[in-house]
């Protein structure tokens, strides 16, 4: 189905998708593969974290509580499953391995179930030759990294290949009616009605009128480089910088900055990107930039995700919030929230990403 469908195939839909990121397209796969019909409407919007992100998938770093911990090393179980169904449009797709820690500190936790070593710097120097005299690191060998910008790609055509799900990639929602199945206006005036909605448009989540509640998402302005040399086998992530392989170039990251909708880059931040990186990698030195770019992650307070369903309206499902996390609860999100859609029961317990924890 596309685009050009007729009103009375757009009103036949069981859900509406409104956000066409990683996070909105993989739960329509999901919901797809589960023989719903769905509709996905979003837009090209600058800044996206979809694209703007490294695409890192390392749960072992983050300082997770214990509670939501399941959810997020589940999610990165489940990539090789969401990417088998990528594979006839991106054949070569794949998981970079490994994620090189940086340690601050001999005290700091391992992940010891998921094959956490600690390596001295004998042994830092022979896994990674590239990087500058260290102490010593973590290995996070479940962890890793995906092309972020082709996995998106795979995706949209993916979804747009199926005849239970409409992409509609240029006319983001608007605004919402709520009851008892949601109605919506986009932003070029078409209306739309489905039996529920599934709210996953990023940052842009809290500015669509006629939701129930504010939602405390926020632009969280990110910026990045890349450098036209890759000398390395893993991502390697230190407490100011953290350093991607992609293809022939190194991807360099990045600031965190309170800047709105602003995607601009500024000389001083793309400065002291390059420094660390240099300081880290001093094979990268010479290295020319070929590219900066900045994003917008959707950031909560907590840094969580919401998920599920509103508590006074329940056709309307949250899926928005990832913060910096988007690319690595992909897969979990969309088996949850097409769970939740279905009737069905889920794999994981989501009250700790509910809406109400903030009142």
């Not at 998708?17 to 990683?22: A, D, T």
């Not at 709210?199 to 129930?212: D, N, V």
Request: net charge negative; proline share 7%; glycine share 8%.
């Amino acid at each position: 189905m596309t685009a050009s469908a007729s009103d009375d195939k757009r009103h036949s839909t069981d859900v509406t998708v409104i956000g066409n990121g990683i996070v909105g397209l993989a739960i329509a796969l999901e919901l797809g593969a589960r023989g719903v019909r769905c509709r996905v409407l979003g837009a090209n919007r600058p800044g996206i974290a979809s694209t703007a992100a490294a695409g890192i998938l390392a749960p072992s770093v983050a300082e997770l509580p214990s509670a939501v911990r399941p959810f997020f090393f589940g999610s990165l179980e489940r990539f090789p499953r969401f990417l088998s169904r990528l594979h006839e449009f991106d054949a070569s797709l794949s998981l970079i391995d490994g994620v090189l820690e940086i340690e601050g500190s001999d005290e700091t936790e391992l992940d010891l179930e998921l094959g956490s070593t600690r390596l001295d710097s004998r042994a830092l120097a022979v896994e990674e030759p590239a990087l500058s005299h260290l102490a010593g690191a973590i290995l996070h060998p479940t962890n890793g990294a995906i092309d972020n910008v082709r996995l998106l790609a795979a995706v949209t055509r993916a979804a747009a290949s199926m005849d239970e799900i409409e992409v509609v990639a240029d006319d983001a929602v608007s605004e919402v009616v709520l009851g008892d199945y949601v109605t919506g206006r986009t932003e070029s005036g078409s209306t739309w009605r489905s039996n529920k909605a599934v709210l996953a448009a990023g940052a842009w989540s809290p500015r669509i009128e006629g939701l129930p509640r504010t939602l405390p998402i926020a632009p969280l302005k990110g910026q990045m480089l890349a450098l036209d040399r890759s000398p390395l086998r893993h991502t390697v992530m230190a407490p100011d910088v953290y350093l991607v392989p992609r293809g022939s170039e190194t991807l360099v990251g990045a600031t965190s900055e309170v800047a709105g909708f602003d995607v601009s880059n500024t000389p001083s931040a793309l400065a002291t990107l390059r420094s660390a990186a240099d300081s880290l990698c001093p094979t990268l030195c010479d290295a020319k930039m070929t590219r900066a770019w900045a994003g917008v992650r959707p950031a909560t307070p907590d840094m969580l995700p919401i998920l599920g369903p509103d508590p006074d309206y329940p056709s309307l499902v949250y899926a928005c919030g990832h913060s910096r996390n988007g690319i690595l609860l992909a897969p979990a999100t969309a088996d949850v929230v097409a769970a939740l859609v279905t009737g069905q029961r889920t794999d994981f317990d989501i009250d700790p990403f509910l809406v109400t924890r903030f009142g």
